[in-house]
């Protein structure tokens, strides 16, 4: 089975605007959930969905967004983009919100100047 | 909401010396604990959970409900241990999406 699969992979936006990051799950899996990754506060919680509706959001301001789509693929997106918002994001995805295993992918890292 | 601490951001001990990393939680009910770890230039994985009871690439970790504690353990450290650590728990009661410590970095010296 191919992993979970990001894109892109590295990308660099200026503050003010937005992005749009993508995640494959492994096929099969139906709960994907979102993360950020920064070397002072480790991985944060963003949020997950589960068969196209979200079941839960980390504490993050409205300006991060996601969907999933009916073929379990999911968007995250981040509006009028800040400075900290730079960092390394994160999708896991499981089979079905019965069990803890996340499967991560590589990442997509944001630079925001 | 349940919390996890890894009190340690570096740890750094001798090839063939012990490892403890040190996880602490906050959690209401009987939660559910994991390890995950992420080598340099590989994706984050699962280490162990504590329902498996297994030890995996030596290493072992014991859920002590009294200390709210979930150390990872292993008794002789390779240099290919080397990696960032991360606890994880449980964002609420149930198999909610996880919460992750801060995580640990492991350096194993020759």
């Known amino acids: 089975k191919a992993g979970v699969t990001q894109t892109p992979r590295y990308l660099i936006k200026t503050r003010g605007q937005q992005v749009t990051l993508s995640c494959s799950p492994i096929s099969g899996h139906r709960s994907v959930s979102w993360y950020q990754q920064t070397p002072g506060q480790g991985l944060q919680f963003l949020f997950e969905?589960?068969?196209?509706?979200?079941?839960n959001k980390g504490n993050f301001p409205g300006r991060f967004s996601g969907r999933q789509f009916s073929n379990s693929r999911s968007e995250m997106n981040v509006s009028t983009l800040e400075l900290g918002d730079s960092a390394l994001y994160l999708c896991?995805?499981?089979?079905?919100?019965?069990?803890?295993?996340?499967?991560f992918g590589e990442g997509s890292r944001l630079t925001v100047l | 909401a349940q919390r996890v601490t890894q009190p340690e951001k570096l740890l750094s001990v001798f090839k063939g010396a012990p490892v403890e990393l040190k996880c602490n939680y906050s959690?209401?009910?009987?939660?559910?604990l994991f390890w995950y770890v992420q080598y340099s230039r590989q994706r984050l994985q699962l280490l162990l959970r504590?329902?498996s009871r297994e030890s995996i690439k030596g290493f072992t970790a014991d859920l002590n409900k009294g200390e709210t504690s979930f150390h990872l353990k292993k008794p002789f450290a390779q240099e290919e241990d080397s990696a960032m650590y991360y606890c994880?728990?449980?964002?609420?009661?149930?198999?909610?999406?996880?919460?992750f410590g801060k995580g640990t970095r492991l350096s194993v010296i020759a």
């Open positions: 504590h329902i």
């Open positions: 994880a728990l449980p964002l609420f009661s149930g198999n909610t999406p996880l919460v």
């Open positions: 896991a995805s499981r089979a079905g919100t019965d069990t803890g295993e996340l499967f």
């Open positions: 969905y589960f068969s196209e509706t979200q079941r």
């Open positions: 959690y209401s009910g009987s939660p559910e």
